[in-house]
């Protein structure tokens, strides 16, 4: 055992056993590589990650090479998720570097942590142009005892590179109209119109651009925005990127048409989608979005929850293929012979068709993806529901993925937010029960008697790490959604308590730009700084978002002017790189359109009428709208304040830009009031 053995990130602990004398990120690892003169080696990965668990097994459980880095390096291990900070400022100069970047990610340091060589995953033999990491590491090892001021420069110069991308944008304001038409002008043109979605392979699901386009759509009435989501959505869901047993979705697909996967399972991946077809259901009544919503929703709580009550991180892409080898797809894939076995030879058959399951295969070996193929015809839906049960109890009886169940914020924030919309939308409280229970975890857990949040928890023990930006960002959106939904005012406050952090701790008060770790956080060779999403809203325009729905709940001046201000890089970055700001341009919609602010009054939240207009009002499609619900003597929300029952019953009360229509208590009027521009 090395000293990963103390950790709780389930990544650390699966390196725990390796022969290499693995540090975690510390002082004392740096301080260590200080008294002995030696370069450091940073590796970076994360739970569910293929390849980490391939360079694991070709080189970090190897003892002839674990001899050599423990002569040669200082050895440290970081879980890319528990320290999203130290991946971003290295995957920065890995980038800048070589042009790509991934995981695992191989970087090497000088003791004062200033990076001088890169690279993702090296083999264990030299293929395909690549060294081997034995080469590497000889190379590495040799410039150091042989090139030591150069190797010092490079690293201080690389430094200073990194230092002058520091984002400013002092008076930059929002975008407008044109903005966010060029925009979307952009997207039409990376639009691939036989297949849904954007660029080529590997092809990720763009859930953020996707939020957009039903946004802009809502605001504008732009079908071609409408139609690119739609579809989109629709390639998606019908191919082997979703689990046609399971429900929810992997990571991306290895080829442009959605059938391969990457099949690791991630929490925000689900979270994301789970909202975005609910949105693209609350927008068409589509029922295949409303399938798809509620399969992943039920999919985040049967797979993802933890004992506790949050959500864990994810579900590893391998798994036992049943002769004790760890393969990837394993859980997932099926052949005809195995169809057959489960289900006989004439429903066999009829899977095999309805899931394009064939003798040659979509993956490996002769095996198949399940995906519902476009010409799939006619068939009768209670013998493919027959079908797809007995599948899926055959498919539980298989070695299960390996599930990575820590408990991150930010993530648990995007859950709560799609958890809490679903339920409310196709009547499953038990969801919104679910919402709350990790809502409830991450104040009693992650949260401090300062109201500081911690970025992760497991087994109900916080752990060490500060949370980043995204982590006070997607949390609040998490509460703010929920407070709009149960109707209880106190998810408001602590969505107020977080966002007051990002305005106190992660804003430049001369600029206005955003930091993605607070001014009192460890400080690295640089402090991380980036607008653009990734797999994940990025921590600045989640953050734009989130203040601009606290301002309209609660009137503040200095919110709002905050959310405008870190929306002023989407101004710059919207027309030029849509697919990359996603959730930046659907902020600004929502600036755009007000947003809109609706107070639903009544006389109880159990009375018909007012859980009418309450439905109502969550179901409009108005970008980024926000609902207070409660009694007229309410004080939970500020919106409630000053609106009377109207004939002693319930009523709605729609403003917007400081305007407010007459209050109405018909259901049809306040949904007129709420989907038109």
């Given at each position: 055992m090395?000293?990963?053995?103390?950790?709780?990130?389930?990544?650390?602990?699966?390196?725990a056993?390796n022969p290499?004398?693995?540090?975690?990120?510390?002082a004392?690892?740096?301080?260590?590589a200080?008294?002995?003169?030696?370069p450091?080696?940073?590796?970076?990965?994360y739970?569910s990650?293929h390849?980490?668990?391939?360079?694991a097994?070709?080189?970090?459980?190897?003892?002839t090479?674990?001899?050599?880095l423990n002569?040669?390096f200082?050895?440290?291990?970081?879980?890319?998720e528990e320290?999203?900070?130290?991946?971003?400022?290295?995957?920065?100069?890995?980038?800048?570097a070589?042009?790509?970047?991934g995981?695992p990610?191989?970087?090497?340091?000088?003791p004062?942590?200033?990076?001088f060589?890169?690279?993702?995953?090296?083999?264990?033999?030299?293929?395909?142009?690549?060294?081997?990491?034995?080469?590497?590491?000889e190379g590495?090892?040799q410039?150091?005892?042989?090139?030591?001021?150069e190797?010092?420069?490079?690293?201080?110069?690389?430094?200073?590179?990194?230092?002058?991308?520091?984002?400013?944008?002092?008076?930059?304001?929002?975008?407008?109209?044109?903005?966010?038409?060029?925009?979307?002008?952009?997207?039409?043109?990376?639009?691939?119109p036989?297949?849904?979605g954007?660029g080529?392979?590997?092809k990720?699901?763009?859930?953020?651009?996707?939020?957009?386009?039903l946004?802009?759509?809502?605001?504008?009435?732009a079908?071609?925005?409408?139609?690119m989501?739609?579809d989109t959505c629709?390639?998606?869901?019908?191919g082997?990127?979703?689990?046609?047993l399971?429900?929810?979705?992997?990571?991306y697909s290895?080829?442009?048409?959605?059938?391969?996967?990457?099949f690791e399972?991630?929490l925000?991946?689900n979270a994301?989608?789970?909202?975005?077809?609910?949105h693209?259901?609350r927008?068409t009544?589509?029922?295949?979005?409303?399938?798809?919503?509620?399969?992943?929703?039920?999919?985040?709580?049967?797979?993802?929850?933890?004992?506790?009550?949050?959500?864990?991180?994810?579900?590893?892409?391998?798994?036992?293929d049943?002769t004790g080898r760890?393969v990837?797809?394993a859980?997932y894939?099926?052949?005809?012979?195995?169809?057959?076995?489960?289900?006989?030879?004439?429903d066999?058959?009829?899977?095999?068709q309805?899931?394009g399951?064939?003798?040659?295969?979509?993956?490996?070996h002769?095996q198949?993806?399940?995906q519902?193929?476009?010409?799939?015809?006619?068939?009768d839906a209670?013998k493919v529901?027959?079908?797809?049960?007995?599948?899926?109890?055959?498919?539980?009886?298989r070695?299960?993925p390996?599930r990575?169940?820590?408990v991150?914020?930010?993530?648990?924030?995007?859950?709560?937010a799609?958890?809490a919309?679903?339920?409310?939308?196709?009547g499953?409280?038990?969801?919104?029960e679910?919402a709350?229970?990790?809502?409830?975890l991450?104040v009693?857990?992650?949260?401090?008697?300062?109201?500081?949040?911690?970025r992760?928890?497991?087994d109900?023990?916080v752990g060490?790490?500060?949370?980043?930006?995204?982590?006070y960002?997607?949390?609040a959106?998490?509460?703010?959604?929920?407070?709009s939904?149960?109707?209880?005012?106190?998810?408001?406050?602590?969505?107020?308590l977080?966002?007051?952090?990002?305005?106190?701790?992660f804003?430049?008060?001369?600029?206005g730009a955003?930091?993605d770790?607070?001014?009192d956080?460890?400080?690295?060779?640089?402090?991380?700084?980036?607008?653009?999403?990734?797999?994940t809203?990025s921590?600045?325009?989640?953050?734009?978002?989130?203040?601009?729905?606290?301002a309209?709940?609660t009137?503040?001046?200095?919110?709002r002017?905050a959310?405008?201000g870190?929306?002023?890089?989407?101004k710059?970055?919207?027309p030029r790189v849509?697919?990359f700001?996603?959730?930046?341009?659907?902020?600004?919609e929502?600036?755009?359109?007000?947003?809109?602010?609706v107070?639903?009054?009544?006389?109880?939240?159990?009375?018909?009428?007012?859980?009418?207009?309450?439905?109502?009002?969550?179901?409009?499609?108005?970008p980024?709208a926000?609902?207070?619900?409660?009694?007229?003597?309410?004080?939970?929300?500020?919106l409630?304040?000053?609106?009377?029952?109207v004939?002693?019953?319930?009523a709605?009360?729609?403003c917007?830009?400081?305007?407010?229509?007459?209050p109405?208590?018909?259901?049809?009027?306040?949904r007129?009031?709420?989907?038109?521009?």
């Amino acid at each position: 055992m090395n000293r990963l053995a103390h950790e709780t990130s389930p990544y650390l602990l699966q390196h725990a056993d390796n022969p290499v004398d693995w540090w975690p990120w510390s002082a004392e690892a740096f301080e260590e590589a200080r008294r002995a003169n030696r370069p450091v080696l940073l590796s970076v990965g994360y739970s569910s990650c293929h390849w980490c668990h391939v360079m694991a097994r070709e080189s970090f459980e190897d003892r002839t090479t674990a001899e050599y880095l423990n002569e040669h390096f200082v050895n440290i291990k970081v879980d890319r998720e528990e320290r999203p900070d130290v991946d971003a400022v290295y995957m920065e100069a890995v980038q800048a570097a070589t042009g790509h970047g991934g995981w695992p990610m191989t970087v090497f340091l000088t003791p004062d942590a200033e990076p001088f060589y890169f690279g993702t995953y090296f083999p264990p033999a030299p293929q395909h142009g690549m060294p081997s990491f034995r080469q590497v590491l000889e190379g590495v090892r040799q410039a150091w005892d042989t090139r030591h001021e150069e190797v010092t420069e490079v690293a201080g110069k690389i430094v200073r590179d990194l230092a002058q991308r520091e984002l400013g944008q002092r008076g930059a304001q929002p975008p407008g109209e044109q903005e966010l038409a060029q925009a979307l002008l952009g997207l039409i043109r990376e639009y691939d119109p036989q297949r849904g979605g954007f660029g080529g392979a590997p092809k990720f699901p763009p859930s953020m651009v996707l939020e957009f386009l039903l946004r802009h759509h809502a605001r504008t009435g732009a079908e071609g925005a409408l139609q690119m989501a739609q579809d989109t959505c629709e390639r998606m869901a019908r191919g082997g990127l979703y689990d046609q047993l399971g429900g929810g979705f992997a990571r991306y697909s290895v080829d442009r048409d959605w059938v391969v996967p990457h099949f690791e399972k991630m929490l925000y991946d689900n979270a994301l989608l789970c909202r975005v077809y609910a949105h693209l259901w609350r927008a068409t009544g589509s029922g295949l979005a409303r399938r798809v919503a509620l399969e992943t929703a039920d999919f985040l709580v049967r797979e993802l929850r933890t004992d506790e009550g949050g959500f864990a991180s994810a579900l590893d892409a391998d798994s036992d293929d049943g002769t004790g080898r760890h393969v990837e797809g394993a859980y997932y894939v099926w052949t005809p012979e195995r169809l057959r076995a489960v289900l006989g030879d004439a429903d066999g058959a009829l899977a095999a068709q309805y899931f394009g399951v064939t003798d040659e295969g979509t993956f490996e070996h002769g095996q198949s993806v399940l995906q519902l193929p476009q010409d799939e015809g006619v068939f009768d839906a209670d013998k493919v529901a027959s079908v797809r049960e007995r599948l899926l109890r055959a498919r539980e009886e298989r070695p299960a993925p390996g599930r990575d169940d820590k408990v991150v914020a930010a993530w648990n924030g995007l859950a709560i937010a799609a958890l809490a919309e679903t339920g409310a939308y196709f009547g499953r409280p038990d969801l919104i029960e679910a919402a709350l229970a990790a809502a409830d975890l991450l104040v009693r857990v992650h949260l401090d008697q300062h109201a500081r949040l911690a970025r992760t928890s497991r087994d109900g023990r916080v752990g060490p790490n500060a949370g980043v930006l995204e982590d006070y960002a997607d949390v609040a959106e998490g509460f703010l959604a929920l407070a709009s939904v149960t109707g209880e005012g106190v998810w408001l406050d602590f969505a107020g308590l977080l966002l007051d952090h990002v305005l106190a701790r992660f804003t430049d008060p001369g600029t206005g730009a955003l930091y993605d770790t607070a001014a009192d956080a460890e400080r690295l060779i640089r402090r991380p700084q980036d607008p653009t999403d990734n797999a994940t809203p990025s921590g600045w325009t989640a953050a734009a978002g989130a203040l601009l729905t606290y301002a309209a709940h609660t009137a503040s001046a200095s919110h709002r002017a905050a959310a405008e201000g870190a929306l002023g890089i989407v101004k710059t970055l919207g027309p030029r790189v849509p697919r990359f700001v996603g959730w930046g341009l659907a902020a600004a919609e929502a600036l755009l359109d007000g947003p809109r602010e609706v107070a639903v009054v009544g006389p109880g939240l159990a009375d018909e009428r007012t859980a009418a207009l309450h439905r109502t009002a969550l179901l409009g499609t108005a970008p980024g709208a926000v609902v207070a619900v409660g009694t007229a003597e309410s004080d939970e929300f500020p919106l409630l304040a000053d609106r009377p029952l109207v004939a002693g019953g319930a009523a709605a009360y729609v403003c917007r830009n400081f305007t407010c229509d007459a209050p109405t208590t018909d259901p049809e009027r306040l949904r007129d009031l709420l989907n038109s521009g």
